[in-house]
């Protein structure tokens, strides 16, 4: 016989599950982002996927799950937002228009303490983003998370099994090419679909002649993602203007329009718009 204790954590998983669900209903694409290694720029696609969908009209949510070292809100500018309560749930906050975040660092924790946690804890967090965060009705949500495939990607794919799919952030250098491959792997085992790749600090460009400098290699992301079997969605060069832009929180997506950076950009999440509503007209065509 179950003690009461153990019924009442039972039915509170339940309750709990049942809310993810219901929440979930509201969100039509689900997307995450996820490198086999750090230091890629995954934060800066994810950031920038999710701004550049916004500025389009769609309704987004930004999530950030890497519990360790939540980058989002910096990026975004929104470091000193805070997550608010209410009756329908966590409030998460508007950091621009059509876009939303949550962010461990919205619990208005010390920036500078350690999250010391282990893997039940992290999850629980997560699913607790995911069940009691009211996203209200999403066009998008972009899940942003820690590079590798451990505790984190892995309790996104089992919390969300419709996931539209993954984006897999890479550079040039080889050791990240390597570890693209193990993310893409990670992807094909738990049944989430790839996207496609995209190489990230593709070149530099030098913001007085404007040449590009290969400071990384060039090519790598597209030819793991041939190798792979998975699609290339594009490269993207690092330019100085865009780089302190991130520092500083700020988008230049509409300022910048024409330089390499952001029309690399806007490409891959035109890609991604197009893949994603592909993968959806495929689904209902075989319900009907």
């Known amino acids: 016989m179950s003690c009461p204790s153990s019924n009442e954590s ?4 339940q309750e709990q599950e049942a809310r993810l669900k219901a929440r979930m209903l509201n969100v039509d694409n689900k997307i ?15 950031v920038n996927l999710a701004r550049s969908l916004a500025e389009d009209g769609y309704r987004v949510g930004i999530l950030d799950t890497d519990i360790h070292g939540p980058n989002v809100a910096k990026m975004l500018g929104a470091e000193e937002y805070r997550f608010e309560g209410t ?10 228009k059509n876009l939303w975040a949550a962010s461990l660092v919205f619990s208005g924790q010390d920036a500078d303490a350690p999250v010391i946690w282990r893997g039940p804890l992290k999850m629980g967090v997560i699913k607790q983003f995911l069940s009691d965060v009211n996203w209200g009705k999403l066009d998008y949500l972009v899940i942003d998370s820690p590079p590798g495939t451990g ?11 419709d996931l ?30 790839i ?9 530099f460009v030098c913001s007085e002649c404007k040449t590009v400098h290969n400071l990384f290699g060039k090519g790598g992301g597209e030819k793991a993602a041939k190798d792979m079997g998975v699609d290339f969605l594009g ?44 993968s959806s007209n495929l689904v209902e065509e075989q319900h009907d």
């Open 151 to 161: 505790d984190e990607p892995l309790s996104v794919c089992q919390l969300l099994p």
């Open 10 to 13: 039972k039915n509170e998983q």
């Open 235 to 278: 490269a993207i060069p690092m330019e100085q203007a865009i780089m302190e832009g991130e520092d500083k929180g700020i988008s230049l997506l509409a300022d910048h329009a024409d330089s390499p950076a952001v029309v690399a950009i806007k490409s891959i999440c035109n890609k991604i718009v197009d893949k994603v509503k592909a």
């Open 164 to 193: 539209s799919g993954a984006v897999i952030v890479t550079t040039p250098q080889e050791v990240a090419i390597l570890d693209s491959r193990k993310s893409i792997n990670f992807a094909r085992q738990v049944n989430v679909p």
């Open 32 to 46: 995450l982002v996820m490198s086999g290694k750090g230091g890629v720029g995954k934060t800066t696609v994810a």
């Open 195 to 203: 996207l496609g790749v995209v190489e990230n600090m593709s070149g």
């Open 87 to 96: 009756d329908a749930g966590i409030e998460p906050p508007q950091v621009a």
